[in-house]
Structures are given as structure tokens and as C-alpha cells.
């Protein structure tokens, strides 16, 4: 069974993502972001999901876990908690 590992960012706008992305993008942390802004308990820990397979994050989520670039920040990714930026670290088919 596929598995992954993925770090995320989770804030309340698509401009805020936007901007964190844009910042990342220039050389920003993606974990030090994380710890400022993401609003997931996760962002303690530099936004780190550990390991999960297919079906256990929403679905949204899911598609772009499974499926996007490895260590390629994706995003902003919209769900019912918020807007999202995805890194995926690691996956395994």
C-alpha cells in the first residue's frame, strides 16, 4: 500500500497561502513558517504530518499527496479546515 510522509501550513486565506508560497519560494523555512503561521497543532512541529497512507486525510489533500511532485511545495490547496501548502518528503508506492 502507497504511503507518504508531508509537511503542511494551514491558514484561513488563499492571499496568506499565497504569500507563504511566495516565501518559500524566495528561500524562506517552510518548518519556520510553519511555526509562525499554520494554525494546525502540526506547526510546532514544522508543519509535520509523519507518515499516513491513502485515504486518511481528507480528500482534498489526499489527491495532492499522492500524487504531486516530492519535495515540491503545492498549494494553496483548499479544504473545509482552511487553505493548505503541501510538501510532500517522502512516498513510497
Known sequence: M??????????SSEDKCQQLKDEIEGGADF???AKQ??????????????EFG???MV???DEVVFSAE?????????TQF?????EVTSRTE
Open 2 to 11: 502507497a504511503k507518504a510522509s508531508a509537511r503542511h501550513i494551514l491558514v
Open 31 to 33: 518548518a519556520d513558517l
Open 37 to 50: 503561521h499554520s494554525s494546525c497543532p502540526s506547526g510546532a512541529q514544522g508543519g509535520d504530518l509523519g
Open 54 to 56: 491513502p485515504g486518511m
Open 59 to 61: 480528500k482534498e489533500f
Open 70 to 78: 516530492v519535495n515540491k511545495v503545492q498549494g494553496p490547496v483548499k
Open 82 to 86: 482552511g487553505y493548505h501548502l503541501l
